[in-house]
Nanobody, 119 residues
Framework: QVRLVESGGGLVQPGGSLRLSCAASGTIWNTNSMGWYRQAPGKQRDMVAVTYNNGGTSYADSVKGRFTISRDIAKKTVFLQMNSLTPGDTAVYYC?????????????WGQGTRVTVSS
């Protein structure tokens, strides 16, 4: 069974930094992409950053220049370095992966990690 487990969330002051990690486990044959989404209270879940097997990345406009996504393919782990955080970044952050398991290709989600930016 495929699992995605996030870590690294917490409370940080405006202007601070956090680094999120997400590790995939289980029987995984191939991975197309891994990324981060976030959902603020009362809002929809939105893409933050995604990294693809071809090395490409995508970022939401609101985080460009502040957040950096990286990936350790061998360890099936994806990271999100978040700098210059603002209260607007407060949300639950979810790891997502598009991968192939014995069940076929599918999108998998972690349980989420909460990030709160407040003074």
């Amino acid at each position: 069974q495929v699992r995605l487990v996030e870590s690294g969330g917490g409370l940080v002051q405006p202007g601070g930094s956090l680094r999120l990690s997400c590790a995939a486990s289980g029987t995984i044959w191939n991975t197309n992409s891994m990324g981060w989404y976030r959902q603020a209270p009362g809002k929809q879940r939105d893409m933050v950053a995604v990294t693809y097997n071809n090395g490409g990345t995508s970022y939401a406009d609101s985080v460009k220049g502040r957040f950096t996504i990286s990936r350790d393919i061998a360890k099936k782990t994806v990271f999100l370095q978040m700098n210059s955080l603002t209260p607007g970044d407060t949300a639950v952050y979810y790891c997502q992966a598009n991968l192939q398991s014995p069940s076929g290709w599918g999108n998998y989600w972690g349980q989420g990690t909460r990030v709160t930016v407040s003074s």
